[in-house]
């Protein structure tokens, strides 16, 4: 073929250019929420920084709406709890008789569970909730709450009154508790080292919160529930007032992909996700929690084989 032809060919748009990826990020929430943040970040970020490649984030309203999404085939790539991913992988609760092959490339933070009260309450133990009025602070903290009880030998249906307070309304459960509508409350961390409200009530006069340790039933729980749950240890001095370390129980924030997702493309995703967080992290404050350190052993599935290329390649202990 002549060079001139060539040039004219190419000038029409005649000749094939390399084919064109499309990755679909599930993007958890809405405006505020970290996992909806970071994935509106990257998904231009991968646009730009991997050829041939276009990244869109799609809304989408749960984690467990992200890993269905992600099991159909509608997302290849999503942040989920690392409670639904497990439930995903074993083909229990919603995806019982349906195994997803669900593969980790990069982990988050902890969503860190509080039990909090009031000094005055005398509450010192989870098992002193019965009788009590509980209250949870998210629609997707119920499951969690209820197995922390069943776990502490409580009856969630006959030894407590519960009240579930929803994202949409932040505050209420701590006014509610302010007010001693209610004697304690079930709280998880989303995004941040601390639940915003607790923070709020520890500043406010004339109020003495007190965390709840929850290391006693994490035996059970892991028991029961596995690598879904993990011991946490929330530092004193973190919340003002604070004079000491409270034990409890934790489980990881995940960027995870089914692991037919295409290895190369996944690696160079993983890479990005890890050398580009300080960016990342203008989008969300969770982003600072992205790290190197620490990874073996902490997915409770495995880790995609594109990420454990780019794990290899750095030397990641454990890879």
């Known amino acids: ?34 996992a909806f943040d970071l994935m509106n970040g990257f ?46 992988f074993l ?60 776990a502490a030998g409580i009856d969630p249906d006959q030894d407590v009154r519960m009240e579930t307070f929803p994202l949409t ?11 001693k509508k209610i004697d304690a409350v079930f709280a998880v961390t989303l995004g941040s080292p601390t639940v915003p409200d607790v923070f709020d009530l520890t500043m406010t006069s004339g109020i003495r919160v007190r965390l709840i340790p929850l290391d006693a039933i994490l035996p059970a729980v892991q028991r029961e529930f596995g690598s879904r749950y993990h011991a946490f240890m929330i530092k004193r001095g973190l919340y003002p007032g604070m004079t000491s370390d409270v034990p409890t129980i934790s489980a990881s924030a995940e960027l995870v992909a089914l692991e037919a997702f295409d290895a190369n493309l996944a690696y160079q995703i993983t890479k990005l996700f890890y050398e580009k967080r300080s960016e990342l992290a203008q989008f969300s404050y969770a982003a600072q929690y992205i790290s190197l350190i620490g990874l073996a052993g902490r997915s409770p599935v495995p880790f995609h084989p594109g990420a454990v290329r780019y794990f290899q390649e750095r030397g990641v202990a454990g890879f």
């Open 1 to 34: 073929m002549g060079t001139a032809l060539i040039i004219l060919l190419i000038l029409l748009g005649s000749v094939p250019s390399a084919t064109q990826a499309r990755v679909t990020i599930a993007a958890t929430v809405g405006p505020g929420f970290f």
């Open 43 to 88: 998904a231009p970020m991968i646009s730009r920084s991997l050829p041939n490649v276009t990244a869109v984030a799609e809304r989408s309203p749960l984690f467990l709406d992200t890993m269905q999404r992600i099991a159909a085939g509608r997302a290849d790539l999503g942040i989920v709890g690392s409670v639904i991913v497990v439930d995903a």
């Open 91 to 150: 083909g229990e609760e919603v995806f019982r008789g349906s195994r997803v092959p669900v593969r980790t490339l990069a982990l988050l933070h902890d969503f860190v569970y509080h039990l909090v009260t009031l000094e005055e309450t005398g509450i010192g133990a989870i098992g002193d909730l019965r009788g009590k009025r509980v209250g949870i602070d998210a629609p997707g903290t119920v499951r969690d709450a209820l197995r922390w009880l069943r």
């Open 169 to 179: 309304t932040p505050g209420a459960w701590a006014v509610a508790l302010r007010e």
